[in-house]
Every structure is written in structure tokens, then in C-alpha cells.
């Protein structure tokens, strides 16, 4: 069993920056981040390999970066000129490699961006 803390969520202004972390309680390959709207499903941010491949989703290209520190079983993401339409639940995910079935989730944190 692999437990997920996040931390870093909070109320920012558009065009404000925030900054999301996930430690884990163990070395695993494959950490990725996960938003949920309200009524929305939850669907994939960004995602990082222990060896530091990336994937964004396009809507936070350019803004968002994912990185992790494999020393510290943390991972993080950089959020920068936030939008509205980005509030959610951010949900820390992890895996242990590509193709494993079983996925493991932290409790969120919630994003909210608004004047």
C-alpha cells in the first residue's frame, strides 16, 4: 500500500501562481496529478516517470509543470497564469509503472481561482 499526501492548494487570483506537492510513503515510478471539477469528471494534469518523462494535458501546456524529487518520494506542480476554469480537486496519482493496473490516490486539495 502506497499512501499520497498533497498539499499546497488554496484561493489565487487569475494570473496567480500556485505551487501543489505529493510526497509518497514509498519510491514509485509513475506519479501523475488529476483534477475534478464540480460535476465534471476527474481527468489527468500532468504526469512524470522516475526518470523525468513528462505529459501535460493541452490545456495547461505552457502554464503548468510538473516536476518530482525521487529523493524526497515528491512530486510537484508548478501552476502558473491560472485560470478560473482551473478550479478543481487536485488529486495526487501514482503507479508503479506504465502499465500497472493499480492505481493509488491522495484526498486532494482543493484549487480555487477566483477575483
Known amino acids: 500500500q502506497v499512501q499520497l499526501v498533497e498539499s499546497g492548494g488554496g484561493l489565487v487570483q487569475p494570473g496567480g501562481s500556485l505551487r501543489l506537492s505529493c510526497v509518497a510513503s514509498a519510491s514509485i515510478g509513475v506519479m501523475a496529478w488529476y483534477r475534478q471539477a464540480p460535476g465534471k469528471q476527474r481527468d489527468s494534469v500532468a504526469s512524470?516517470?522516475?526518470?523525468?518523462?513528462?505529459n501535460y494535458a493541452d490545456s495547461v501546456k505552457g502554464r503548468f509543470t510538473i516536476s518530482r524529487d525521487n529523493a524526497k518520494n515528491t512530486m510537484y506542480l508548478q501552476m502558473n497564469s491560472l485560470k478560473p476554469e482551473d478550479t478543481a480537486v487536485y488529486y495526487c496519482n501514482a503507479k508503479w509503472s506504465p502499465t500497472s493496473v493499480r492505481n493509488y490516490w491522495g484526498q486532494g486539495t482543493q484549487v480555487t481561482v477566483s477575483s
Open positions: 512524470i516517470t522516475s526518470g523525468g518523462s513528462t
